[in-house]
């Protein structure tokens, strides 16, 4: 009785054998189909840029108030660019008509400057001058000049005193803000043309100390526009 019982069950399991092996491909062939149904994961390629630090030279013209009157200016600024976002340097500015003219102005210093907008081809940035100069502006000068005595025994004179009027050149040492706002078009790497707008505050006597002159602070600032080159940074 158990013999028999004994190859009933080995019958049995010698017919399930390929009913588990054919289900065995089947499972594969589902799995494989899951994974082709899926796109590959891909992943970008990493871009590495080098930021750049260099010397910066940018000659520059421009046109101001001075003394009430339009006015040229011409000199630049020069210093060190650092990550392509920061400037340091020193400028300064002049008029070229300097010793054909009445009128003089000459100032510059340190000059920084904070690229807010550094693109391949288009840029902003604020830029500030601190420091001194120096300007010669005509003063009128009104004197009143006593009649000269007559001699002894002359007739007492009947002329009164009179006023003579004179201009007089007057040299102005001062110091000096200029705050910029510059816009930038790139020709090529190393070559960008820059456009900018301000206006300079010029202030005290920085030698004598004289203390702050409204009306001669209002003649010697003046708003400004400038255009020139960026070369090198």
């Known amino acids: 009785m158990i013999g028999a019982r004994a190859a009933v069950a080995g019958v049995f399991v010698i017919a399930l054998l390929p009913v588990g092996a054919a289900a065995q491909p089947a499972l594969d062939a589902t799995a494989s189909s899951t994974d082709a149904a899926q796109p590959p994961t891909t992943q970008g390629p990493m871009i590495v840029e080098r930021v750049h630090s260099g010397f910066l030279i940018a000659p520059e013209v421009k046109a101001t108030e001075f003394d009430k009157r339009a006015k040229p200016l011409v000199g630049g600024t020069a210093g060190w660019v650092a990550a392509e976002t920061f400037f340091i340097g020193g400028g300064g500015y002049w008029l070229p008509e300097k010793g054909h003219s009445d009128r003089e102005l000459a100032y510059g210093g340190v000059v920084l ?121």
């Open 113 to 233: 400057q904070w690229f807010v907008l550094n693109g391949d081809r288009f840029g902003l940035s604020a830029r500030g001058l601190l420091g001194g100069g120096s300007a010669t502006l005509p003063e009128t000068v009104t004197q009143i000049v006593a009649p000269t005595p007559v001699g002894r025994g002359a007739p007492p004179t009947t002329l009164q005193p009179r006023t003579v009027t004179t201009t007089v050149r007057v040299r102005d040492d001062f110091v000096v803000a200029e705050p910029e706002v510059n816009a930038r078009l790139a020709f090529s790497k190393n070559l960008r043309l820059a456009l900018g707008a301000g206006y300079r505050f010029a202030g005290a006597d920085w030698r004598r100390f004289r203390g702050f002159d409204r009306g001669r602070s209002d003649r010697l600032s003046g708003a400004t526009a400038s255009i020139g080159l960026q070369i090198g940074g």
